[in-house]
């Protein structure tokens, strides 16, 4: 039987109860890895910086999702041919994001495939992680930064804006901001799959429902500049994904001070009921990226 990535995942958590998370931790150690291939995550223009920028970041994602430190990282670089400017811009762009939150990049493999493949895997450590799991009735649901930021690349991309592209492509992952939530969250993921699949993944693993309101949205400036109305805005804010922001949910009693303590902006987008999904009163699709999807 075919499956699609959401009925693979629900496979995979029956099979391995220990996952479901965006990382694994085993003995306070917090361990994640993604795969990422040039005809799906790397659009044309993208630079082999911007990859092992963006690779590596999304890993590194994971990690601050569950509130932990990172430490590390590797990559398997793999292409149809080694070519010695693509592998350093590639190791510089690691290095940099490593670097960018505290870690480091420590190596990988290589190896050769007829498409651009980079598989990354990061390290962490925390002794309280924040599990997809904890939202409780009366919290409030909240966002780290902007949304539509890879929406916007890609745009970007497409009408041959490649600096443009790039540039957006570099998300700094918000582990910091994961250390300054991991002792209020109640429950946190990041929102790779985009904004509305987050809020239907932290629904099904909290046994609970979301009220939001569309006009709440952090929207990323280039996204108001590049989308062609409003229905196109919210389509590349809440569902296109890949923002690799945090989606989280607290009590609002410790919302202001993790406002005060957090290096980037926290919007307040609704709050945690008891069933349904649900924005401005109407259900919310349960649709995003879709890993391997074209």
């Not at 099979?15 to 694994?24: F, T």
């Not at 909240?142 to 804006?161: K, N």
């Not at 926290?266 to 649900?278: F, L, Q, R």
């Amino acid at each position: 039987m075919t499956m699609d990535e959401r009925t693979t995942l629900r496979l995979l958590a029956r099979e391995l109860p220990g996952a479901g998370d965006d990382a694994a931790v085993v003995d306070g150690l917090v361990l994640t890895t993604d795969m990422l291939h040039e005809r799906t995550d790397f659009p044309a223009g993208t630079t082999r910086y911007t990859a092992g920028w963006r690779a590596v970041g999304a890993s590194l994602s994971d990690v601050g999702a569950m509130g932990a430190d990172a430490t590390a990282a590797v990559a398997v670089y793999a292409a149809p041919s080694f070519e010695a400017d693509d592998v350093r811009a590639f190791v510089e762009g690691a290095v940099d994001v490593c670097e960018a939150v505290d870690a480091e990049y420590v190596g990988g493999d290589l190896d050769t495939h007829r498409e651009f493949t980079v598989v990354t895997t990061a390290l962490g450590r925390t002794d309280r992680p924040v599990r997809r799991s904890g939202a409780q009735v009366g919290d409030a649901v909240c966002v780290t930064g902007e949304l539509g930021r890879s929406a916007a690349a890609v745009r970007a991309f497409d009408q041959g804006d490649a600096g443009r592209g790039n540039d957006l492509f570099q998300f700094t992952p918000r582990v910091e901001a994961g250390r300054t939530l991991r002792e209020h969250a109640t429950a946190m993921m990041d929102s790779s799959d985009g904004l509305a699949r987050s809020l239907h993944q932290l629904a099904e693993a909290g046994d609970c429902g979301f009220d939001v309101e569309w006009d709440r949205l952090p929207v990323h400036p280039a996204v108001e500049s590049l989308a062609a109305d409003a229905t196109d805005r919210r389509e590349m804010a809440a569902y296109f994904g890949e923002d690799f922001e945090l989606v989280f949910t607290i009590s609002p009693d410790d919302l202001q001070t993790v406002r005060e303590a957090s290096p980037v902006d926290i919007t307040e987008v609704g709050s945690v009921t008891a069933s349904g999904v649900v924005a401005d009163g109407e259900p919310i699709p349960d649709r995003g990226y879709t890993h391997g999807g074209d």
